[in-house]
Each structure stands twice: as structure tokens, then as C-alpha cells.
């Protein structure tokens, strides 16, 4: 029914389905995220109608250059800021993405970050590797209690709320939030406490754990003036995407003491990361994982598929970002 290129290989079950679903499927050989000139390149070659983006990929309006065919871009993701939605909405391409999928993975995946972080697993894994141990000791290398601690959630959506309720549920945290919409049912089942900006939560919190989406108005959310408001003895975790922080003020306040710790899964620039972080030992960096598991990766390459599928038999997708 339509020529589809994928940019990377995803898991083999939607690459499956849509072939199913009567289409001609094409994905990159490439073992690895296609740059922009790659990827206009690989567009040139055939009369694409529809592309299964990953969040490596940056599609705008110029790509219509090369596939003036193309009638949906459907992304393997929950965010799309690496797509130019309005661009793409005024030259009639529907957008799509994989929503709500993500949610329990990411959640827990956060709250292991953050008990990775302030108990200094990686760190005392590290320490047993270098064959440093040489028996118990009643201060080696001494972590933090999240009990009775205070949560604060910057961004309590899907993910937020879910990583909320488990360490309010799981823990016996106090959990302090913003967003720009609160949330009465959340407060009624955890008790948090909804503050009208996000400088009360950053004062007021032993971890700040970010889940903002990557806008203009979120760049560097988190900037030296507001790392600053933070309590010396909190933790900072960032499992949403990494542009909302100032990494090079990050690197400043973590070696400083500014804050005690962080756990980042997502960069401003990755896969390359700010001068002087990996060296720094009060922070855990993981690869942008922390929605890698086989259940949530299979049943995104399931979503986009679907989307796909039911766009080109004439229906509104299930997951529409813009729809035309």
C-alpha cells in the first residue's frame, strides 16, 4: 500500500506488522543514528508516503525536499521535540508518536537511578572491582535514607506522578510537585503538596526529579541560579530530556558541593557530555536507557505500527502529535 522508511531498525514485531499490513519496508543498514545529510540522502532514493523517526532523528520541514511524497511521520518515542510538528502540519504530514507505553519503565527505571545514586551503588561497585575492600567499616562510603525524606517531582504528568507514588507508597517519602496543571486526584492519593512554582520544590526537596518535556521555554530549566536554590545535602535526577539542564553549571555545582549528587540518563549533547562530568564521582550516567526494557521497546515498535497501519487505511491514528 506505501513505501515506509525506518531510520534505524526497531524491534522485529512492528517491522512485522506493517509489512503485514501490506507495506513496503525499508530500513537504514546503518548501526547507528543517521546525521541530517544521511538521512536526506537515504530519502532521495525512493517516493517515501511515511518515516518511523527515532528521537536521534531531526525532522523538520526541509525534508520535504527530498520526499515531497510523505504523508506521515510516525515516531518511535513519547516526546517529539525532535520534530518541527508545525512545519510538517502546514505542508499536511501527520505526526505520531508512541504515548502512555513508556510510563511504568521510565518510572521505575528513576526510582532505581535515585536509589543508585544516594545509596553510591555504582560507586561501591567500582571500589569492589579496584579490590579496595579490605573489610567492614563503620563509615565506608556512607549513603543517604530516602525514608521520611522529602520528594520533589518538577513535572508530575504520567511519569512524574507514577515515580511519585511509588516512593511516596514504597518509601514513606514526602513528595512536593509542580506543574502547570495540579493535580487534585494525585494529592489525594499520596498527600503530596502542589507548589505554585518550581523554586519551592527545588528549596524545599532532599531529591528533585525532573520529567519536563524539552521546549523552548524549558531549555535549561534548570540553570546555576536555580541549582543554587537547592539544598546542599539534595540529589538531582533527570530521566526526561537532558537539554532541560545546564550541564556546564551542573559540573560546577556537583564538584562545588553546591548539591550532593546526581543520576542523569539524558544529555544536552548526546551522546557527548559536558567537560569534567564523567570524572566526577558523586554522579551515575546511564546511556539514555530508561526506557529499555524488551516489554515497553516491543510495544512501541507495536504502537508505531499501528499508526502506520491505520493512516494508510484511511483512519485517524490512535496517537496523533498532528493530525491533517
Not at 570524572?279 to 546511564?286: G, W
Request: aromatic share 6%.
Amino acid at each position: 500500500m506505501a513505501l515506509i522508511f525506518v531510520t534505524r531498525k526497531i524491534p522485529e514485531i512492528g517491522l512485522r506488522w506493517m509489512k503485514e499490513g501490506g507495506h513496503e519496508v525499508v530500513v537504514s543498514e546503518k548501526d547507528g543514528a543517521l546525521s541530517p545529510d544521511e538521512l536526506k540522502e537515504m530519502l532521495s532514493l525512493r517516493p517515501y508516503e511515511g518515516i518511523v523517526s527515532l528521537l536521534t532523528d531531526h525532522i523538520d520541514g526541509s525534508v520535504l525536499s527530498f520526499t515531497p511524497q510523505l504523508k506521515i511521520v510516525a515516531n518511535y518515542a513519547v516526546g517529539f521535540n525532535n520534530i518541527d510538528v508545525s512545519a510538517l502540519g502546514q505542508a499536511r504530514v501527520t505526526v505520531t508518536n508512541t504515548p502512555d507505553v513508556l510510563t511504568d519503565t521510565v518510572a521505575e527505571y528513576t526510582v532505581s537511578l535515585i536509589l543508585s545514586v544516594v545509596k553510591r551503588i555504582p560507586e561501591a561497585d567500582r571500589f569492589m572491582r579496584a579490590k579496595k575492600y579490605q573489610g567492614w567499616s563503620p563509615e565506608l562510603l556512607l549513603g543517604s535514607d530516602l525514608t521520611g525524606k522529602t520528594l520533589g517531582i518538577v513535572g508530575a504528568g504520567r511519569i512524574g506522578s507514577a515515580v511519585a507514588k511509588r516512593l511516596s507508597l514504597g518509601f514513606g517519602m514526602q513528595v512536593n510537585y509542580y506543574d502547570i496543571n495540579r493535580s487534585e486526584s494525585l494529592e489525594s492519593e499520596i498527600g503530596c503538596h502542589y507548589y505554585e512554582t518550581p523554586e519551592d520544590v527545588l528549596r524545599t526537596s532532599d531529591v528533585v526529579s525532573l520529567h519536563v518535556p524539552l521546549l523552548p521555554e524549558t531549555k535549561h530549566f534548570l540553570s546555576a541560579e536555580r541549582l543554587a536554590m537547592m539544598k546542599p545535602s539534595a540529589y538531582l535526577i533527570n530521566t526526561s530530556r537532558g537539554g532541560v539542564i545546564d550541564e556546564k553549571a551542573l559540573v560546577e555545582a556537583l564538584k562545588k558541593g553546591i548539591i550532593k549528587g546526581a543520576g542523569l540518563d539524558v544529555f544536552e549533547s548526546e551522546p557527548k557530555l559536558a567537560r569534567g562530568l564523567s570524572k566526577l564521582e558523586n554522579v551515575v550516567l546511564t546511556p539514555h536507557i530508561a526506557s529499555a526494557s524488551e516489554e515497553t521497546r516491543n510495544k512501541m515498535s507495536e504502537m508505531v505500527a499501528v499508526n502506520i497501519n491505520e493512516f494508510f487505511l484511511g483512519h485517524i491514528p490512535p496517537n496523533i502529535v498532528s493530525f491533517q
